[in-house]
């Protein structure tokens, strides 16, 4: 055994010794498809993966606590859950206030249109006409990009992508600003034929797992889990099979 396979071992079973096999508590939100979201009252997605390995490898049953995104900070300062995988981007804003593991994957912002207004919104420089109104979700780096990017655009928030969708098929808003994950799975479905991604990443993003600010403990367990998750082709393995 390699000593770095040797010292990951050592370090797993030192942590399943030292009193840490109580579950572990992942906050999600669970409507971002395909990262984290409901079928049949079945959780799904990336995230949802990602924890239930994690679990395996610290040996600790994993109970997923369902949350807006807007809770997760409070969620992890007052105990009630352990960490936040949830597609969770990494912002200097944040960062302030939580502890993030290491990366586990890239994404960007990318806006999605009616395909009828392809003509007049997919040019680069559609979105920054003066009065045109973006669709955002709140608190959101969607948000964040919209508010320091497009000045002229005038902005309008929804709570989940279903609720843009139905803004686009009702024409309130021009076009929707979010996650990659929400174009790739546009792509890969058939259940919205209308509408269009414009498939020109707006913002460079990373995706970590969040923990309370100062649980190193754990923090060095998920970025050792994420370690050998990454090694053994697992992480990649669950990523190209929802995307």
């Keep these: 055994m390699s000593m770095n396979r040797l010292l990951f071992?050592?370090?797993?079973?030192?942590?399943?010794?030292?009193?840490?096999?109580?579950?572990?508590?992942?906050?999600?939100?669970?409507d971002y498809m395909p990262i984290a979201f409901?079928?049949?009252?079945?959780?799904?997605?990336?995230?949802?993966?990602?924890?239930?390995?994690?679990?395996?490898?610290?040996?600790r049953k994993v109970e997923f606590v369902e949350m807006a995104a807007s809770d997760y900070v409070e969620a992890l300062d007052s105990g009630r859950v352990d960490?936040?995988?949830?597609?969770?981007?990494?912002?200097?804003e944040r960062a302030a206030l939580v502890d993030f593991a290491t990366p586990f994957m890239e994404i960007g912002q990318m806006a999605i249109i009616l395909a009828d207004n392809a003509a007049v919104l997919a040019p680069p420089r559609a979105l920054r006409r003066p009065g045109i109104r973006i669709g955002v979700e709140p608190g959101t780096t969607g948000e964040a990009y919209v508010r320091d990017n497009?000045?002229?655009?005038?902005?309008?928030?929804?709570?989940?992508?279903?609720?843009?969708?139905?803004?686009?098929?009702?024409?309130?808003?021009?076009?929707?600003?979010?996650?990659?994950?929400?174009?790739?799975?546009?792509?890969?479905?058939?259940?919205?034929?209308?509408?269009?991604?414009?498939?020109?990443p707006l913002t460079r993003e990373q995706l970590g797992w969040a923990v309370r600010k100062g649980n190193t403990v754990l923090l060095g367990q998920l970025n050792a889990a994420l370690a050998r998750l990454?090694?053994?082709?697992?992480?990649?393995?669950?990523?190209?099979?929802?995307?």
């Design 150 to 200: 497009l000045p002229e655009a005038q902005v309008l928030t929804y709570a989940d992508p279903a609720g843009a969708f139905l803004a686009l098929r009702k024409r309130a808003v021009d076009a929707y600003i979010h996650d990659a994950p929400t174009s790739w799975n546009l792509a890969s479905s058939r259940d919205n034929p209308d509408l269009l991604s414009l498939y020109r």
């Design 9 to 30: 071992a050592l370090f797993l079973l030192f942590a399943s010794l030292a009193g840490h096999a109580e579950p572990l508590r992942v906050a999600m939100s669970p």
């Design 83 to 92: 960490v936040v995988m949830s597609g969770y981007s990494i912002t200097p």
């Design 38 to 59: 409901k079928q049949d009252g079945k959780l799904l997605g990336i995230e949802v993966d990602n924890a239930r390995e994690v679990g395996a490898i610290l040996g």
């Design 230 to 243: 990454d090694s053994n082709g697992r992480l990649s393995a669950i990523q190209n099979y929802w995307i």
